[in-house]
């Protein structure tokens, strides 16, 4: 009778036996996942979960890291050079005329400008397909190494607001463009374009907070430049004082212009979309050298070539 009891009592135990699933055959209609899951669970790994668990909390709740950790993917994607790979490089020469036809104004070198010397050197910039793909400002598409050659071929110039080279424009402080305005407002004065084109709205901010042409004293907004970069932005026209005028000088007055950047990070207008502005721009410089193109709504800005 006892034997009977004992051999009831395990009999009873064995439902609830523990059996490593290698005992069994294998099942190839199981999920991988399941087999997973039935694996008995390790010593410690409860505290390395809920460790694992708060430290991707603590990621998650830090603002500053999430930025540092972004900038730092993208500029892995994008194969950006080190934030001081410009330390040691210096900026690179304008490509400039009088009287040219248009005068194109970027923000600063970036690393592969300054490395290789040349405008606009990074393959994913858009500046020479546009130029060239725009209704013809080019006659084919150039290299940036030919950049020296727009003033004397194709009657067009290439100028930076700040000389310093950067890997990207973040690193450049709000002052250190604004002071460069002054510098750039001389060139224009001196060169006198038709046309300035600002590739960048931000570029253009800086000036006008310069120029001071937010508003007047009633508070009127400067009717010059569109906010809205859908289109071409033709801007305030520039005309020089008596004194900064030369018997060589046939521009009358130059117009401002603000287009997006050609740079590739901006994704806000794509390559077509950039080269379509362009085209816009083509065709408005006809209409400024033919003198069909109403200006009258436009701010006079007086720049003198021998001040700042």
Same mark, same amino acid.
């Given at each position: 009778?006892?034997?009977?009891?004992?051999?009831?009592?395990?009999?009873?135990?064995?439902?609830?036996?523990?059996?490593?699933?290698?005992?069994?055959?294998?099942? @190839?209609?199981?999920?991988?996942q399941k087999a997973q899951a039935a694996r008995p669970i390790e010593e410690g790994s409860n505290k390395s979960s809920a460790r694992q668990?708060? $430290?991707?909390?603590?990621?998650?709740? %830090?603002?500053?890291?999430?930025?540092?950790?972004?900038?730092?993917?993208?500029?892995?994607? $994008?194969? %950006?050079?080190?934030?001081?790979?410009?330390? @040691?490089?210096?900026?690179?020469?304008d490509c400039v005329a009088e009287d040219l036809d248009v005068l194109f104004c970027g923000i600063n070198p970036g690393h592969m400008s300054a490395v290789t010397g040349h405008h606009y050197a990074n393959p994913t910039n858009h500046f020479w397909h546009c130029l060239h793909f725009s209704a013809g400002f080019t006659q084919r598409l150039l290299l940036p190494s030919e950049d020296f050659t727009l003033p004397e071929r194709y009657n067009l110039g290439l100028v930076n607001l700040v000389d310093r080279p950067s890997t990207s424009q973040a690193e450049l402080s709000a002052q250190e463009m604004a002071s460069s305005v002054p510098?750039?407002?001389?060139?224009?004065?001196?060169?006198?374009?038709?046309?300035?084109?600002?590739?960048?709205?931000?570029?253009?901010?800086?000036?006008?907070?310069?120029?001071?042409?937010?508003?007047?004293?009633?508070?009127?907004?400067?009717?010059?430049?569109?906010?809205d970069l859908t289109h071409l932005s033709l801007g305030a026209r520039s005309q020089g004082q008596p004194a900064a005028k030369t018997a060589s000088t046939s521009v009358g007055e130059t117009l401002f212009c603000v287009?997006?950047?050609t740079s590739?990070?901006?994704?806000?207008?794509?390559? %077509?979309?950039?080269?379509? $502005?362009?085209?816009?721009l083509r065709e408005d410089l006809e209409r400024i050298k033919a003198g069909t193109l109403d200006t009258g709504f436009m701010r006079i800005i007086h720049l003198r070539a021998d001040s700042h």
């Open positions: 009778m006892e034997d009977e009891e004992k051999s009831s009592f395990h009999g009873s135990l064995s439902r609830f036996a523990y059996v490593s699933l290698s005992s069994f055959p294998p099942c @190839h209609d199981q999920a991988p668990a708060t $430290l991707s909390r603590n990621r998650e709740g %830090d603002p500053e890291r999430r930025r540092t950790d972004a900038r730092s993917r993208k500029r892995n994607k $994008l194969g %950006d050079a080190a934030p001081d790979a410009c330390t @040691h490089l210096s900026g690179i020469p510098a750039l407002l001389t060139k224009i004065a001196r060169f006198r374009p038709h046309v300035v084109c600002f590739i960048g709205k931000g570029i253009w901010l800086h000036v006008e907070r310069a120029l001071k042409l937010k508003g007047d004293a009633a508070g009127t907004k400067n009717a010059g430049i569109r906010e287009i997006p950047s590739g990070r901006v994704v806000s207008h794509q390559r %077509d979309d950039k080269v379509a $502005l362009f085209k816009v």
